[in-house]
């Protein structure tokens, strides 16, 4: 902003806080505004065009454009100049405009006799609200100071139509009232509707025009020393912590916080007229505009930092702190992280996220608390207000903000049917896993935290087929000691009771990292320094685990798996660890299990073609589809784009699958599986088909899955597979055709 601009617009700004004191509703405020702009400016035309719904403006005040054309010249989104720069949130001028590339003819307006056009979005906080338009008859090209006034005033009338100074009646949908739909990515199943709470709460702004523009000034720098300060002691407190993952994070708010360009940004917004907060949200919004065209992830992680940072300097400014949700309540924000799921995971009833991924860490945990979890749900943040009813469609990976009746109700048969249905596997609960045709298979759970494992009784699992341990210590500050690891396993298995569980040892490295663990950057982390192979270089951390599992376990059985064994001698050399330890252990005299019994995850190919020795070593292997399935395919399992892509019914996939049946059936292996396919009923039938009978699972997944295996005939699934595997095609869509055609419930 040039500095002749703080005085242009602190000028025009007075006249419009008297406008805004006289007495008079909503139109007459946005007529006289128009009047206002217009004569400051020295220009022909003054309009306002606010947001209809989220997709259409419509002309709500002129000054020189045909009165009759108010309330009924519409435009879309990216139509007209005036929807292109409500479409890309930025100012747009021009000295030909009925020459101007997108410009749209409106022949109501009267508009075509001018030339110059200049037009700024009304927005706030990355919401757009409408567009402010001066125009002339005269060509001529609006000055950056001419473009900074209209942008001010443009940020005053938002925060004037957020508080309801504008109430333009009809038409208008600045009170966002109207249904706004998100389509994303479903990250963890299940429905449920609630109100919004947002995760970053926004902050109202009662008076935007500041009266002293000296003592504002003061209150916008002590504000940002005081953000200083809080920045410094969290890094003192990281430092203190030997540096975590956040470091990153804290650096870049430092030297954002110092950085003198943010604050002389903030110092001449002032300058111009609003008070430190629309300040604030001035140079946020731009930050954001930016932000929506930056492709390179890494800038990207960047301004949103800068983005947060600004956040903390509205709650300083303000005082407003974050309140926890309400019981019931749909948390929406740009990003959650699984810590912060995990304190407020009781009270809410769903997670609504622009950003995130499927494959991420708060999706597992999401999960693991059965929420229902939408993440890349884009605007929603921008329109949602708290208390909006919503509804999180985790299943179809979409968010309903300010839902219409109709489809409130269908939501609400989708939820009946679903209690239904639920009622249905209740009753099931008991009952074995058997075929029609008598074959039997066993479903157990998977789990990652210990509130997990009281879903033990109620979805009828036979066992933990999957016990994520890096769960628990994704989610805590500090990494747990071995008395304390101990204490937890003991404890899931007291809650086991006679149930068996798998315990899978730490997974950490590809997209799960631990917080107080130094970050090791790698290209391509899922294929990098990951599970066992960061275990085995790294001993000290698996055997503390290994001792805590055989402590916790005491004289029970105790049933453990490495991840992402690669080779054979991985194996050989994990399982030496755990044996080796509890002959230490046994030797001082501390209960150690007397059965030990020692798996694998089958999760890279190379695994499938490892010599007989290694099945006949493992007491059991496991295949986990998820990692299995992305490294068969080279297809990243976190990567929205390519993740769906390839058939997980493929005619190479189950060729694939069915081998590893075949060696462990001929070595003797129990073999077992327990990626995201075992837990969809057509898949497990498909698996059930190649050879596979023991399976873990969501615990939701149980009931569907086991209703299924239930009325289903075997030996016909296993012609139909067969077949299609000869054919060279998915055996989807014939699975399908047939499971309809018989009446099974898929
Ligand atoms: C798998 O890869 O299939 C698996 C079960 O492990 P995770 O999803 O934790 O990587
Ligand atoms: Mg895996």
Redo the contacts with the bound molecule.
Sequence with gaps: MTPSAGVGSRALLRRLRQVMAEPGDGQQRLDKITRVIATNMVAEVCSIYLRRDARTLVLCATEGLNASAVHTVKLKLGEGLVGQIAARAEPLATDDAPNAPGFAYLPETGEEIYRSFAGVPIQRLGKILGVLVVQNRAPRVYDEEEIDVLEVVAMVIAEMAESGALAAGRDVDLARSGPFFARGVGAAEGAAVGPVHLHEPKVAIANPIVDDVESERARLRDAMAELRDEVDRLLDKDLLKGGGEHRDVLETYRMFAHDAGWLRRLDEAVASGVVAEVAVERVQSAARARLDRVADPYLRERLHDLDDLANRLLRRLTGATAAPPPKGAVLVGRSIGPGELLEVGERIAGVVMEEGSAGGHAAIVARALSIPLVVQAYGVVAEAENGDRIIVDGDEGAAHLRPEQGVVDAFAEKLAVAEEAQKVYASLRDLPAETRDGALLTLNMNAGLVSDVRHLAQSGAEGIGLYRTELMFMVRATMPGREAQAAIYRRILDMAGDKRVVFRTL?IGSDKILPYMKRVEEENPAMGWRAVRFGLDRPHLMKMQLQALLKGAGDRPLSVMF??VTEWGEFEGARGLLLHERDRLAARGVPVPERVEIGA?L?TPSMAFAPDAFFKLADFVSV?G??LMQFFYAADRGNERVRRRYDPLGPAWLTFLEGIAARCEANGARLSFCGEAAGRPLETLALAALGYRDFSMRPAAIGPVKRLIRAADLAAARSIVARAVEDGESARGRLMRWARGSGLPV
């Design positions: 997974d991840p992402f995850m999760e986990g998820n990692d």
